[in-house]
């Protein structure tokens, strides 16, 4: 459940790094330019006042001559009044754009940077962070800008407008018992203590809104989620029949939009109709509060109106609270889930963990003492120790969850739960090549070469291996964008991957399980060209298949051995360790002998 009171701290942190950022001197700039045009609506909102009680007086006194003055003056204070309006909108919405960019870039970097979006999607510590980052940012610049400079204007106006209240508004008297009692200014006291107790009956009203709004901006993310799912997997839905399941699925989403929903409707019915019947009450309620003295002369009509006027004014800036809060509600529910994002990434740069990656000149990747755990801290393996050399053919093979994978990503410097250290040469090049690849949205050019730019390699390279690996019918769309994961098959899509790896030409390349979706004639042949096209390169492969096998020189075998309690003393996880020898020959590699 989110709190509901403001931390000033969290959103500080989140709101300041901009106005300290290289961009400072044009967002103070900015910032100031808007200020000043906010400054000068309340400027002009004073003189539309003086002009209320002028432009009346000479209705009341029929005075022609001063009436058309005053219908000059107002035209012209009229377009200027429109004029900085237009232009505080569009400098406020520049401000927002430059700011919303400049934090986009910031949080972008740091959820990219030491893979702290893997991290996090681990350990599950922020929900839906492609939201916080393309909404919730969002609204932390438009809220922030809109209800500042809201309230900015509303203390400006409460200032410029409380002296001239006081003054033609006058005293009132009034009989207590036998005492007659006055009350100078007393608009001021009616205006002050009627936004009261309104803000007061408001806030009270619409207070569950902040975290009725935070939790629907997380369900909205979730259920937009579900569906991204469903077109991501539309074949394997499709093939299973799960159509139905996809539908309870996405429909128990759905639901708790509508719940939270209806909470929210229910809540705003009765907001709405707190600040409505406060909004229009407050059009008359000057008018009674100044009725006896204008009824016994002692204000003209034009004083009545001016009194009219700037109590609105008054009122309306003391009721700062009541207008906005609904995008305070929502805006505060934003600098809630951003400020969880924040400590989520912070958190996840700062864990370094127990398995320190770093580089050495030896020539090879040593591994020392290492032991490696799973992200709630129960134990995986035993303590491992082992070296990969320069054009070694290493298989890791083992049963299911015995941590083959988990080693793998741990040398790739992703895995850091556990102990131990790994020593990578420092101008070696490593590739992974996963059972699944990535192939991002884009020209196909530019998916065969990620993570490179797209020209980094020429087309007749890529069109060579695309032969070699049996990919012909690619050859002519290399500049045809397309979600290539969706567009290919399994097969394909490793295949595509040995191509990335021919042409990135590493000095070690690592394989989980990315021969698999092949047939084992197809699966010999891209390891028979990993062989011939990269000689000199380090292959390790982690592998279920026996077939795979034949093509390595050393075995790495994942074995059980002692058994350790985990996090809770009924649970007890089997400890694996590494036994090193060759490969089984198969009749294949005996054929090659």
């Given at each position: 459940m989110p709190k509901e009171s403001i931390?000033?701290?969290?959103v500080w942190r989140l709101i300041q790094p901009y106005w300290v950022s290289e961009?400072?001197?044009?967002?103070?700039?900015?910032?100031l330019t808007i200020v000043a045009l906010a400054l000068g609506m309340v400027y002009l909102e004073v003189l539309f006042n003086t002009w209320n009680r002028e432009f009346y007086n000479a209705l009341e006194t029929k005075n022609y001559k001063v009436f058309t003055e005053q219908l000059w003056r107002f035209s012209y204070l009229a377009f200027i009044f429109i004029a900085v309006a237009i232009y505080r909108i569009y400098l406020t919405q520049s401000l927002q754009m430059r700011w919303r960019m400049w934090l986009t870039k910031q949080y972008m970097a740091r959820w990219l940077t030491h893979q702290a979006y893997y991290r996090i999607e681990q350990t599950h510590t922020a929900d839906n962070p492609d939201q916080r980052i393309a909404e919730d940012l969002n609204f932390l610049t438009s809220g922030s800008l809109s209800l500042s400079l809201g309230l900015l204007s509303s203390v400006v106006t409460?200032?410029?407008?409380?002296g001239i209240l006081w003054s033609v508004s006058g005293p009132i008297s009034?009989?207590?018992?036998?005492q007659e009692m006055t009350v100078p200014g007393y608009m001021v006291w009616f205006a002050i203590a009627y936004a009261g107790i309104g803000s007061l009956v408001v806030g009270w009203v619409g207070w569950p809104l902040i975290g009725k709004n935070f939790y629907q901006q997380r369900f909205e993310a979730d259920f937009r989620f579900g569906l991204i799912r469903v077109r991501e997997n539309a074949e394997a839905v499709a093939l299973y029949r799960g159509e139905a399941e996809e539908s309870v699925q996405l429909q128990g989403r759905f639901q708790r939009i509508r719940d939270n929903w209806w909470g929210i409707m229910r809540t705003t019915k009765s907001l709405n109709l707190v600040s409505t019947f406060y909004s229009q009450f407050a059009n008359i309620f000057p008018f009674l509060m100044a009725a006896p003295r204008y009824f016994s002369g002692a204000i003209t009509l034009g004083g009545l109106m001016q009194i009219s006027s700037a109590f609105g004014q008054v009122q309306g800036a003391l009721s700062w609270f009541i207008s906005a809060f609904s995008d305070l509600a929502a805006w505060k529910a934003s600098v809630n889930r951003l400020a969880g994002f924040h400590a989520a990434v912070e958190t996840a740069h700062a864990d370094a963990g127990g398995v320190t990656v770093t580089v050495n000149n030896v020539g090879a990747i040593l591994i020392e003492n290492l032991k490696l755990d799973l992200p709630d801290g129960q134990p995986l393996t035993s303590s491992l120790s082992a070296d990969i050399q320069r054009g070694q053919r290493i298989l890791i093979a083992g049963p299911s969850g015995c941590g083959k994978s988990t080693l793998i990503r741990a040398i790739a410097g992703i895995w850091l739960y556990g102990n131990g250290g790994i020593e990578i040469p420092h101008q070696w090049k490593l590739l992974f090549l996963p059972q699944k690849s990535y192939l991002p949205i884009t020209t196909l050019r530019a998916a065969?070469?990620?993570?490179?730019?797209e020209s980094s390699y020429t087309d007749l390279a890529i069109q060579y291996y695309f032969d070699l690996c049996r990919l012909p019918h690619l050859k002519q769309q290399l500049d045809q964008v397309d979600n290539w994961s969706q567009r290919l098959s399994p097969g394909e899509q490793?295949?595509?991957?040995?191509?990335?790896?021919?042409?990135t030409r590493p000095d070690a390349l690592f394989m989980d399980e990315a021969s698999s979706a092949l047939d084992t004639e197809t699966e010999e042949l891209m390891y028979q060209l990993i062989l011939q096209e990269l000689p000199e390169a380090a292959m390790i492969s982690v592998a279920h298949r026996e077939s795979v096998a034949s093509h390595h020189d050393i075995r790495w075998q994942f074995v059980a051995g002692e058994t350790a309690a985990?996090?809770?003393e009924e649970t007890q996880r089997t400890l694996y360790t590494i036994q090193f020898g060759k490969p089984a020959k198969t009749s294949r590699s005996r054929e090659r002998g």
């Open positions: 931390n000033w701290r969290a961009e400072k001197w044009r967002a103070r700039g900015l910032l409460l200032v410029s407008f409380i009034f009989m207590l018992g036998t065969v070469a990620y993570p490179a730019s490793q295949r595509v991957a040995f191509v990335r790896a021919l042409l985990g996090n809770h």
